[in-house]
């Protein structure tokens, strides 16, 4: 089996791709980024200013259908076996579709998969219960990557810990923190997944999300529901990891930060 080559991942809810493209092309030449995913691109592929970053040497792997959802993949070490969507991935609305929330490649050797968890809105709404069957399929689906290099990345729409959140008592009728929600997430921990991020950068108050509300950014009143997720054998090779929070500040900034993991070389 060849030997596989360090890489850099990242993973960003980006909340727009066409209004932050100047700030993606930035993050990936200031981070010196080998694989970026992206959630809420908010377009179709024909609608993406994708020019730029290929300029800089990155191919582009792009699921989206309209101004809602959207993922991708942005890869400058390779983009293959690219797949939109996994096997059973549940739909929404009327009538029932699959939504543009998932998008895997191979880069580097690493099967990559950029997910945007359903949000929920609210605890029995059909979208919350819609998010946990989504989760319930990702995990059944996801079983069969665990014996190769693969990451899960992107924004999770979960708070597993109470100090993943700044205000437990302010999200105590919410969704992200409720007992099933939080459930489906352990369950990827429980089958082998592994939270590469959080050994490196320990909480409380270690966020990776602030709503624009009320300067809760400038006040560090987040959550934390944006993770990597390495298999047994790609967990075993990240070395550092880190929330880029910086990005945050400023005006125009995503409500979410970008999270980078290093991978060693295997």
Known sequence: MASLGAVRIATWNVNSLRSRIDRVEALVQRHDVDVLALQETKAREDQLPLMGLQALGYDVAVAGTNQWNGVAIISRVGLEDVQ?????????????????????????????????????????????????EWLRTLRA????????????????????????????????KSTHVTPPERAAFQAFLDDGWVDVVRPHTPGPDVYTYWDYYRQRFERNRGLRIDFILGSPSAAARVHHAFIDIDERAGHGASDHAPVIADLDGG
């Open 141 to 172: 689906e996801a079983q069969q990557w665990l014996d190769a290099d693969a990451v899960i990345v992107g924004d999770w729409n979960v708070a597993p810990r109470d100090e993943d959140v700044f205000d437990m008592a302010q999200f105590a």
């Open 84 to 132: 939109v969507g996994f096997d059973g991935m549940p739909g929404y609305g009327e009538p029932v579709a699959a939504e543009s929330r998932a998008i895997g490649a191979v880069c580097g050797g690493v099967r990559v998969w950029s997910v945007y968890v359903p949000n929920g809105r609210k605890p029995d709404d059909p979208h919350y219960h819609y998010k946990l």
